[in-house]
């Protein structure tokens, strides 16, 4: 009996201990959290662009994961979390897309689309920038009632760029991408990763990283005008 006992609290002891080191910011394969993408995750739309991304959590090849699909469109799904990168540096995810786009460049204004990205936003530090910037994001905080992101990591699928690549975003420079899968080869199949988006950030960007405010799934097609069909699995974060 005593044995029993002994397994039965070295189990538990385990699970938490592996809860501990996680950090699940979508999880989606729930199903005893169906709602989620009403509770936790918000629409996240743009000025201008009046047709949205279609997202909806979907059975697909046994397991329950978020479809998205885009045509001529741009929104994403936020969840506004506030995330120490020192203790959660690494994040993993997997996707699967069914297409890239034809007119998709990754350097120019009408080409900055992506069949599916991952969006980590960060946390205004008034210490990070100088006087001018302050005074813009104290502009836009007086305009909305807060402060925006004070800079983005994308971790985007490309049509045509080499992975491993870090560019700025065409339309803000305090967005920087990160190609981690490219081109007709690596469609139709799930693709699973892992990054250190501390390190990820520091390469980026030559700074130590501010809090994480909020973790995006983005799937867009407003500027190349194409359709794209895109499937996100759960996204945890992780202390290694």
Known sequence: ??????LILFIIMSDSVFAENLLYVGKFSDKSNSNQLLTQWKPLNFKKIEKHTDYN??????????KAVTNASASGLIRNIEIDLNEYPVIQWDWKVENVYKKGNVKKKKGDDYPARIYITFKYDPAKVGFFEKVKFKTVKAIYGKYPPISAINYIFASKADKGVIVSNPYVDRVKMIVVDSGETDTGKWIHHKRNIFKDYKKAFKALPPLVSGVAIMSDSDNT???AVAYYGDIIFKKN
């Open 57 to 66: 959590l979907v059975r697909f090849e046994d397991r329950i994961i978020v």
């Open 1 to 6: 009996m005593k044995k029993i006992l002994f």
């Open 225 to 227: 005008g194409e359709r």
